[in-house]
């Protein structure tokens, strides 16, 4: 077919789930033109699988996503009817905030907010290819034969990329959710070199809200006290949705298991590697057959539907089995399946074939982002979509790479953990995979973040005002702390009625709040002196003050970890004149040319040993240089 001309752009983002949206938003907030193309517009942040923002590890995301000037917080802020706060009984370093949404609410939102954008357009089409002259990303194709040129490419494709789903027995090509997948550009992605591979995912069923009898299950409702996503929120007021908690049974665990010959996951039909943190309910059964039941939750996918999301059960088994293994759990006895439960296989990148800065190592110009890079998750993909639409920006004007690293931010620990060690299932965030965690905590994230996402030229002047204020708030009210002293007299009747000990000297009402069983709030009975703060400053401050021993460790571990990351590694060099090196750790170390000795001894197959050779090479080359 011959191509014609549509139009020019600096870049074009593939795709508009959660990873294209934050990719086309910062292009544009940054000044640069940006055409982004979805196969359908109701693919727009579209919520295919669980109706919900955020959750351990991805809460933290999403903080930090909003801090930079994302969007997915304000967002869902607008748009949850249900908001918790998860692991409260656990340290703050792991407290993660997790909102239900209005799915369909969501995707209108986020949709407007394309829309509406300067510099942004948004088109529906189906890209079937990519314009490649000598080396570089330039543009797109489309099936209608139409095709955009650009300064730079973000392929952001979720689970469209040669999409199949499996029910049972059935198998057939199809993107998440019903919608159309994309088959041409897998093939045509193939023979750029591109060293793709196939993943898998899944979804539970839906059922009819009205079927199901909330009698026979516990209730889960949402916090009193509702905290913002988004720094730009103090506080939050809405009437809030429950959500519902039952369990499978022996008779549910033997329904699975006499039809495990007839699920795609066990019957050879599914090629693709799933994650394993979030199996199917057929895998959860046969990997964990001495367990005695597993929990699951009835969550509503909006207020203008009676879809119930029956979340921890997603599965590839037949329709019938779904229907009969579902009926088998307290309160779904009589359920009503309006959407089956499904597995979706698709197309995927190595993720070691990127750059830090997600651009690809071989056709420059050529950015990634999301499930395509090995992912799962929107929280995940959002965060890559951020930082691959700044990056294209800063690649466009000749700028340096905006890299976040593992002891600045959750989104630096995701994003090294993809290009740095790979992935061989969809990678999930997680709290443990982060060495630094007290000191990348959720609240504290526009402190870390936000003047770095100013110097990149994505937030605006409001967020970055109002982060000054709340600065220079907190700072100054931790000093009036330290500062602000009491006599045993004035402070021993309130300790006394908190179940704290007394006191025999003067003490600062800061040694009082560093007191486990002591908060900010409470203090107000001694301390009638204090400004006006938000639940962010107050949350972060007595975080700061409660662990602060704790944290300057972590500090001064940051500090050992900085050394070797800016230790930099010229990236034409050669590792096979590196004498003592062994044969793996200079393939690997030719093939992905970390940037720093820091991001060497992560990658699998590099040793302490062989850190210790190149940093005695380097030693050598920089007294070679001076002379010496």
Same mark, same amino acid.
């Given at each position: 077919?011959?191509?014609?001309?549509?139009?020019?752009?600096?870049?074009?983002?593939?795709?508009?789930?959660?990873?294209?949206?934050?990719?086309?938003?910062?292009?544009?907030?940054?000044?640069?033109?940006?055409?982004?193309?979805?196969?359908?517009?109701?693919?727009?942040?579209?919520?295919?699988?669980?109706?919900?923002?955020?959750?351990?590890?991805?809460?933290?995301?999403?903080?930090?996503?909003?801090?930079?000037?994302?969007?997915?917080?304000?967002?869902?802020?607008?748009?949850?009817?249900?908001?918790?706060?998860?692991?409260?009984?656990?340290?703050?370093?792991?407290?993660?905030?997790?909102?239900?949404?209005?799915?369909?609410?969501?995707?209108?939102?986020?949709?407007?907010?394309?829309?509406?954008?300067?510099?942004?357009?948004?088109?529906?089409?189906?890209?079937?290819?990519?314009?490649?002259?000598?080396?570089?990303?330039?543009?797109?194709?489309?099936?209608?034969?139409?095709?955009?040129?650009?300064?730079?490419?973000?392929?952001?494709?979720?689970?469209?990329?040669?999409?199949?789903?499996?029910?049972?027995?059935?198998?057939?090509?199809?993107?998440?959710?019903?919608?159309?997948?994309?088959?041409?550009?897998?093939?045509?992605?193939?023979?750029?070199?591109?060293?793709?591979?196939?993943?898998?995912?899944?979804?539970?069923?839906?059922?009819?809200?009205?079927?199901?009898?909330?009698?026979?299950?516990?209730?889960?409702?949402?916090?009193?006290?509702?905290?913002?996503?988004?720094?730009?929120?103090?506080?939050?007021?809405?009437?809030?949705?429950?959500?519902?908690?039952?369990?499978?049974?022996?008779?549910?665990?033997?329904?699975?298991?006499?039809?495990?010959?007839?699920?795609?996951?066990?019957?050879?039909?599914?090629?693709?590697?799933?994650?394993?943190?979030?199996?199917?309910?057929?895998?959860?059964?046969?990997?964990?057959?001495?367990?005695?039941?597993?929990?699951?939750?009835?969550?509503?996918?909006? @207020?203008?539907?009676? /879809?119930? =999301? +029956?979340?921890?059960?997603?599965?590839? *088994?037949?329709?019938?089995?779904?229907? %009969?293994? &579902?009926?088998?759990?307290?309160?779904?006895?009589?359920?009503?399946?309006?959407?089956?439960?499904?597995?979706?296989?698709?197309?995927?990148?190595?993720?070691?074939?990127?750059?830090?800065?997600?651009?690809?190592?071989?056709?420059?110009?050529?950015?990634?982002?999301?499930?395509?890079?090995?992912?799962?998750?929107?929280?995940?993909?959002?965060?890559?979509?951020?930082?691959?639409?700044?990056?294209?920006?800063?690649?466009?004007?000749?700028?340096?790479?905006?890299? @976040?690293?593992?002891? /600045?931010? =959750? +989104?630096?620990?995701?994003?090294?953990? *993809?290009?740095?060690?790979?992935?061989? %299932?969809? &990678?999930?965030?997680?709290?443990?995979?982060?060495?630094?965690?007290?000191?990348?905590?959720?609240?504290?994230?526009?402190?870390?973040?936000?003047?770095?996402?100013?110097?990149?030229?994505?937030?605006?002047?409001?967020?970055?005002?109002?982060?000054?204020?709340?600065?220079?708030?907190?700072?100054?009210?931790?000093?009036?702390?330290?500062?602000?002293?009491?006599?045993?007299?004035?402070?021993?009747?309130?300790?006394?009625?908190?179940?704290?000990?007394?006191?025999?000297?003067?003490?600062?009402?800061?040694?009082?709040?560093?007191?486990p069983e002591i908060s900010y709030d409470e203090l107000q009975r001694i301390d009638g002196n204090r400004p006006e703060l938000s639940s962010h400053q107050k949350t972060m401050m007595e975080v700061q003050i409660k662990y602060?021993?704790?944290?300057?460790?972590?500090?001064?571990?940051?500090?050992?970890?900085?050394?070797?990351?800016?230790?930099?590694?010229?990236?034409?060099?050669?590792?096979?004149?590196?004498?003592?090196?062994?044969i793996e750790a200079r393939q690997k170390l030719n093939a992905l040319k970390p940037l720093s000795v820091g991001q060497a001894s992560r990658i699998s197959g590099v040793s302490p040993a062989d850190i210790n050779v190149l940093?005695?090479?380097?030693?050598?080359?920089?007294?070679?240089?001076?002379?010496?």
């Amino acid at each position: 077919m011959e191509k014609f001309l549509m139009g020019t752009y600096d870049i074009i983002v593939v795709g508009a789930g959660h990873a294209g949206c934050e990719a086309g938003l910062a292009a544009a907030r940054m000044g640069k033109k940006t055409l982004m193309l979805s196969i359908n517009l109701e693919a727009v942040a579209m919520m295919a699988c669980n109706p919900s923002i955020g959750g351990t590890g991805k809460g933290h995301l999403v903080r930090e996503i909003d801090a930079l000037g994302g969007e997915m917080g304000i967002n869902i802020d607008k748009t949850f009817i249900q908001s918790r706060m998860l692991n409260t009984a656990k340290g703050p370093a792991v407290h993660s905030l997790r909102a239900q949404a209005d799915k369909n609410l969501y995707h209108i939102e986020m949709k407007k907010t394309l829309e509406n954008e300067q510099n942004l357009h948004l088109k529906q089409g189906e890209v079937t290819d990519l314009i490649i002259e000598e080396g570089r990303a330039c543009g797109v194709v489309l099936k209608t034969g139409s095709c955009y040129r650009a300064k730079a490419v973000i392929l952001a494709t979720g689970t469209f990329l040669a999409g199949r789903i499996f029910i049972g027995e059935s198998a057939y090509d199809s993107g998440p959710n019903g919608l159309a997948p994309s088959m041409e550009l897998a093939g045509n992605l193939r023979k750029y070199g591109l060293p793709m591979r196939r993943f898998k995912t899944g979804t539970p069923a839906r059922a009819l809200g009205k079927s199901l009898d909330y009698s026979r299950m516990t209730e889960q409702e949402g916090d009193e006290d509702i905290v913002p996503f988004s720094f730009m929120n103090d506080s939050l007021k809405r009437e809030q949705v429950s959500c519902w908690l039952t369990y499978t049974n022996e008779k549910t665990h033997d329904v699975i298991r006499a039809n495990f010959h007839r699920s795609a996951l066990f019957g050879g039909q599914i090629e693709g590697v799933g994650p394993r943190y979030c199996p199917s309910i057929e895998d959860k059964v046969n990997r964990f057959a001495d367990k005695e039941r597993h929990q699951l939750f009835i969550e509503p996918e909006g @207020l203008y539907t009676d /879809e119930m =999301y +029956i979340q921890g059960m997603s599965s590839s *088994l037949p329709e019938d089995v779904q229907e %009969e293994f &579902y009926r088998t759990i307290p309160g779904l006895e009589n359920l009503e399946i309006v959407r089956p439960a499904y597995a979706i296989e698709y197309d995927c990148i190595d993720p070691l074939d990127l750059k830090p800065s997600l651009e690809n190592r071989h056709i420059e110009d050529l950015f990634c982002a999301g499930q395509f890079n090995g992912s799962s998750g929107y929280e995940e993909a959002a965060a890559q979509g951020l930082m691959a639409g700044i990056n294209a920006v800063r690649k466009i004007d000749g700028k340096d790479e905006f890299v @976040l690293d593992r002891s /600045e931010a =959750y +989104i630096g620990v995701l994003i090294d953990d *993809l290009v740095t060690k790979g992935t061989n %299932e969809p &990678y999930r965030i997680m709290t443990s995979r982060a060495e630094y965690r007290l000191v990348l905590r959720q609240d504290n994230a526009d402190l870390r973040l936000t003047q770095k996402g100013y110097e990149a030229g994505l937030v605006k002047e409001d967020r970055y005002e109002r982060f000054l204020r709340k600065k220079e708030v907190v700072e100054a009210e931790t000093a009036r702390l330290r500062k602000t002293m009491l006599k045993p007299a004035e402070v021993n009747p309130f300790l006394e009625s908190v179940g704290s000990s007394p006191v025999s000297g003067s003490v600062s009402l800061f040694e009082l709040l560093r007191r486990p069983e002591i908060s900010y709030d409470e203090l107000q009975r001694i301390d009638g002196n204090r400004p006006e703060l938000s639940s962010h400053q107050k949350t972060m401050m007595e975080v700061q003050i409660k662990y602060e021993g704790y944290i300057e460790k972590q500090r001064q571990r940051i500090e050992k970890f900085k050394k070797l990351e800016n230790k930099k590694l010229p990236q034409d060099m050669d590792y096979d004149t590196v004498d003592g090196l062994r044969i793996e750790a200079r393939q690997k170390l030719n093939a992905l040319k970390p940037l720093s000795v820091g991001q060497a001894s992560r990658i699998s197959g590099v040793s302490p040993a062989d850190i210790n050779v190149l940093l005695i090479y380097m030693e050598k080359n920089r007294r070679k240089r001076d002379g010496r």
